[in-house]
């Protein structure tokens, strides 16, 4: 279901978009066959340069928002600057009647038309409908694509019904400029357009709720502090809540006084999600603080590399409570709130380890290390992943799994020696998995939905960074079996 401020940037924009291509094909060439020349070649040249510009931008540029990454977004620097630059040219156009000889007036028309052409194409063409699809789903788009069209029909009518008398009684030019003046101050001053124009300024998760477990320290106190900065409401949620609590430096009182002090918006909530009971209370917090729960992060962890013949019952059952019971509650819990509003995100965080030794003979490395626990603890949230993201498709809600492609230096990872330190070169930085969690947790539902994928790798499929290491890259193993498919 879209929310109201989507429909408001799909309505306003869109028909701003249709009246202005309705301008162009009705009085461009009313405007050149009057004021210019009654010659038709000119005419017929001019139709055919904007049909080769319009081919030519929607392809180029519709492949190159594609690809784009800024802190603006994929679309939203082409549909801002493009309608700008779009107004620009329309109101150049008349001034071509003034040139003389007559062969540079019909050149610059001609010119003039084709720079407008390529701002329309780039902005409405491309951007805006690849715009319409990011944000629709298949249960949805065709609703919203019906709406798009019928646009098209409201613009014409208002074109061709109010126009054509306002060219008659006080000419073109005056027409040109006050079409273009008044576009540009409704979009300072409307309230509605200038909302929508907001929405595709917005951050990536401006207003949504969001829950992340493991917030205090390492890759979920970067999750909580990337999505903070992107407008997430961030529940912050983990057992330690003041420093020297834990043996570990880190705490949610830090990692939401740095969210805050950046000037975004988060809330402590101490919890040992290991009890079914504090998973409930976990998200009925978030419900009672800022709301329905818009993105739910698993990434709390626990574990003890021990061998399985020396495993303590009792530290084994409160991994397993950690590492894959608490995702399936706060799954739970969090769908009540997403299924009924048909949009939400679960993003997972599993481990390299969930790729596992393979078969014999092992080296001995192998053979004392310990892992097997937390690594199957991981293949399960995988398989996890990718079932409930096959069971929760229908309501628009994604799943995903994301794990570091290479060791990300935490206290943690210290502890356990899998980094020599906080500053080893070997290791990922905490940025990148943070990253790859916002984009999964963003991105449309059928671009992303049941990946099980490595931060790096994910990062460069989609153009956020150039160059990829570590699993998948330029490590032997490509990834769990999961990841493959």
Same mark, same amino acid.
């Given at each position: 279901?879209?929310?109201?401020?989507?429909?408001?940037?799909?309505?306003?924009?869109?028909?701003?978009?249709?009246?202005?291509?309705?301008?162009?094909?009705?009085?461009?060439?009313?405007?050149?066959?009057?004021?210019?020349?009654?010659?038709?070649?000119?005419?017929?040249?001019?139709?055919?340069?904007?049909?080769?510009?319009?081919?030519?931008?929607?392809?180029?540029?519709?492949?190159?928002?594609? #690809?784009? %990454?800024?802190?603006?977004?994929?679309?939203?620097?082409?549909?801002?600057?493009?309608?700008?630059?779009?107004?620009?040219?329309?109101?150049?156009?008349?001034?071509?009647?003034?040139? @003389?000889?007559?062969?540079?007036?019909?050149?610059?028309?001609?010119?003039? $038309?084709?720079?407008?052409?390529?701002?329309?194409?780039?902005?409405? $063409?491309?951007?805006?409908?690849?715009?319409?699809?990011?944000?629709?789903?298949?249960?949805?788009?065709? %609703?919203?694509?019906?709406?798009?069209?019928?646009?098209?029909?409201?613009?014409?009518?208002?074109?061709?019904?109010?126009?054509?008398?306002?060219?008659?009684?006080?000419?073109?030019?005056?027409?040109?400029?006050?079409?273009?003046?008044?576009?540009? $101050?409704?979009?300072?001053?409307?309230?509605?357009?200038?909302?929508?124009?907001?929405?595709?300024?917005?951050?990536?998760?401006?207003?949504?709720?969001?829950?992340?477990?493991?917030?205090?320290?390492?890759?979920?106190?970067?999750?909580?502090?990337?999505?903070?900065?992107?407008?997430?409401?961030?529940?912050?949620?983990? @057992?330690?809540?003041?420093?020297?609590?834990?043996?570990?430096?880190?705490?949610?009182?830090?990692?939401?006084?740095?969210?805050?002090?950046?000037?975004?918006?988060?809330?402590?909530?101490?919890?040992?999600?290991?009890?079914?009971?504090?998973?409930?209370?976990?998200?009925?917090?978030? @419900?009672?603080?800022?709301?329905?729960?818009?993105?739910?992060?698993?990434?709390?962890?626990?574990?003890?590399?021990?061998?399985?013949?020396?495993?303590?019952?009792?530290?084994?059952?409160?991994?397993?409570?950690?590492?894959?019971?608490?995702?399936?509650?706060?799954?739970?819990?969090?769908?009540?709130?997403?299924?009924?509003?048909?949009?939400?995100?679960?993003?997972?965080?599993?481990?390299?380890?969930?790729?596992?030794?393979?078969?014999?003979?092992?080296?001995?490395?192998?053979?004392?290390?310990?892992?097997?626990?937390?690594?199957?603890?991981?293949?399960?949230?995988?398989?996890?992943?990718?079932?409930?993201?096959?069971?929760?498709?229908?309501?628009?809600?994604?799943?995903?799994?994301?794990?570091?492609?290479?060791?990300?230096?935490?206290?943690?990872?210290?502890?356990? %020696?899998?980094?020599?330190?906080?500053?080893?070169? %070997?290791?990922?930085?905490?940025?990148?998995?943070?990253?790859?969690?916002?984009?999964?947790?963003?991105?449309?539902?059928?671009?992303?939905?049941?990946?099980?994928?490595?931060?790096?790798?994910?990062?460069?499929?989609?153009?956020?960074?150039?160059?990829?290491?570590?699993?998948?890259?330029? $490590?032997? #193993?490509?990834?769990?079996?999961?990841?493959?498919?």
């Amino acid at each position: 279901m879209l929310s109201k401020r989507i429909w408001v940037a799909v309505i306003l924009l869109g028909f701003s978009g249709q009246l202005a291509w309705s301008v162009e094909n009705q009085f461009f060439n009313t405007f050149m066959y009057d004021r210019i020349t009654p010659d038709p070649r000119p005419i017929s040249w001019m139709v055919a340069a904007s049909a080769i510009t319009a081919t030519v931008a929607s392809i180029l540029m519709g492949a190159l928002s594609d #690809r784009t %990454r800024s802190r603006w977004g994929a679309r939203r620097p082409y549909i801002l600057v493009g309608y700008v630059a779009w107004g620009v040219f329309t109101a150049l156009y008349p001034t071509a009647a003034f040139l @003389r000889p007559m062969g540079l007036a019909v050149s610059m028309a001609i010119v003039f $038309d084709m720079l407008m052409t390529f701002c329309g194409s780039t902005a409405n $063409d491309a951007a805006f409908n690849a715009y319409v699809a990011d944000v629709t789903t298949e249960k949805n788009r065709g %609703r919203v694509i019906g709406v798009v069209q019928l646009l098209t029909w409201a613009a014409l009518l208002v074109v061709y019904g109010g126009a054509g008398l306002f060219i008659q009684a006080l000419g073109y030019n005056l027409f040109f400029y006050v079409y273009v003046l008044s576009f540009y $101050d409704s979009a300072r001053g409307d309230h509605r357009f200038a909302e929508a124009l907001r929405t595709l300024e917005s951050k990536l998760l401006d207003g949504k709720v969001v829950v992340v477990t493991g917030a205090s320290r390492g890759i979920g106190a970067e999750i909580a502090r990337v999505f903070g900065a992107e407008g997430g409401k961030v529940i912050c949620a983990a @057992r330690t809540l003041r420093e020297g609590e834990h043996p570990f430096e880190g705490s949610l009182e830090t990692t939401v006084e740095q969210i805050r002090a950046a000037g975004g918006e988060a809330t402590p909530v101490a919890v040992n999600i290991s009890e079914p009971e504090e998973c409930e209370k976990l998200i009925q917090t978030a @419900r009672e603080t800022y709301g329905p729960v818009d993105v739910l992060v698993n990434n709390a962890a626990l574990t003890y590399f021990i061998p399985v013949k020396d495993y303590p019952l009792n530290k084994w059952m409160r991994s397993w409570a950690v590492n894959f019971h608490a995702p399936f509650i706060l799954s739970k819990l969090v769908l009540e709130d997403m299924i009924p509003r048909q949009s939400g995100s679960i993003v997972n965080i599993s481990s390299g380890a969930a790729i596992g030794p393979g078969r014999g003979p092992y080296p001995e490395a192998y053979q004392l290390g310990g892992g097997t626990c937390y690594g199957a603890e991981k293949a399960a949230l995988e398989r996890f992943t990718q079932g409930l993201a096959a069971e929760v498709y229908q309501h628009g809600i994604s799943v995903t799994c994301v794990s570091p492609s290479q060791v990300v230096p935490t206290p943690g990872t210290v502890h356990h %020696r899998l980094v020599r330190g906080m500053d080893d070169p %070997r290791g990922e930085s905490p940025e990148l998995m943070a990253k790859a969690a916002l984009l999964l947790a963003t991105e449309p539902l059928d671009k992303v939905t049941g990946r099980v994928t490595y931060s790096q790798l994910i990062l460069k499929e989609f153009g956020w960074i150039q160059e990829a290491q570590g699993i998948g890259a330029d $490590d032997p #193993r490509v990834g769990s079996g999961y990841s493959q498919i």
